[in-house]
């Protein structure tokens, strides 16, 4: 179970996301209206891959057609879920991604990450691709520590 967001995140990485593993957020869920809420798409080598934030902070990732994450996915025999949190006090704005099991909720893995909204219908994702890696302090293009990505609403 150590890996299981590397594994989710990993195959979403190619085009936006990383790890880190340490303990869960204490921040509270946003408000519903949150201008993350909806479905973004980012095209990377010809392909297409896209985000859905849900209304009730969860997040699924679909990678060439395939959906990873959601409020109920297994993997290992197990049922999961992905969370999401942004905390919009941060800058640039911070973004947590946690796995949790949904028969214990227990925490499975996290990851940190920096969100930047560009405008209603363009926004900028960063994570590291290094599970011990801190969180991304900007957006840069140096894919040693993670790799930006520009995603538009679909």
């Known amino acids: 179970m150590k890996n299981l967001l590397v594994f989710v995140l990993t195959l979403f990485s190619t085009f936006s996301c990383g790890l880190s593993n340490i303990s ?3 921040k ?3 408000a519903v209206d949150s201008k993350e809420i909806g479905m973004w798409i980012a095209e990377r080598h010809g392909l297409s891959d896209s985000i859905l934030f849900s ?3 969860v ?3 679909y990678y060439e057609g395939t959906a990873i994450g959601g409020d109920d996915f297994e993997y290992k025999g197990e049922k999961m879920k992905v969370l999401y949190v942004i905390d919009f006090s941060k800058t640039p704005n911070w973004i947590d991604f ?3 099991s949904l028969k214990s909720n227990k925490l ?4 940190k990450g920096i969100i930047q909204f560009l405008s209603d219908d363009s926004m900028m994702l960063r994570t590291p691709f290094d599970k011990n890696a801190e969180r991304p302090s900007m957006f840069d293009y140096d894919n040693k520590i993670g790799e930006t990505m520009i995603y538009k609403r679909k």
């Open 24 to 26: 869960d957020s204490t």
């Open 28 to 30: 509270k869920p946003k």
């Open 55 to 57: 209304n009730k902070s």
């Open 59 to 61: 997040v699924t990732f």
């Open 98 to 100: 946690n796995i949790r």
């Open 108 to 111: 499975i893995e996290h990851t």
